[in-house]
């Protein structure tokens, strides 16, 4: 991948009735990434706390990247809320 920043505003969903939270990637992780399957990355939230882990394709049509109840925690923010997610 090029060194293009990614930049998106995302709501955060739960997952089914766990205290487990995700965004849906609006992107196609094969054109931008040249992979289908998971993809390592490094995010930053809401421009303020950044996060290593992977977008994973989850049962859904997109991929996904997950929020730990700890980055949840940090930016104040819970399910329905919107966040702002960017990587390069």
Same mark, same amino acid.
């Given at each position: 991948? &090029?060194?293009? &920043? %990614? ?11 766990? #205290?487990?939270?995700?965004? &849906? ?6 054109? $931008? ?10 995010? %930053?939230? *809401? ?7 992977? $977008?994973?394709?989850?049962?859904? *049509?997109?991929?996904? $990247?997950? $929020? ?12 329905? *809320? &919107?966040?702002?997610?960017?990587? #390069?």
């Amino acid at each position: 991948m &090029e060194n293009k &920043e %990614i930049i998106f505003n995302a709501i955060i969903k739960q997952n089914g009735n766990m #205290n487990a939270a995700f965004v &849906e990637f609006p992107f196609s992780t094969e054109a $931008l990434f040249h992979k289908k399957g998971q993809v390592k990355i490094k995010a %930053i939230f *809401d421009y303020k706390v950044e996060y290593r882990g992977s $977008l994973a394709k989850m049962k859904s *049509d997109c991929h996904i $990247l997950g $929020l730990t109840q700890e980055i949840r925690k940090q930016l104040g923010k819970t399910f329905g *809320d &919107e966040v702002s997610v960017s990587f #390069n």
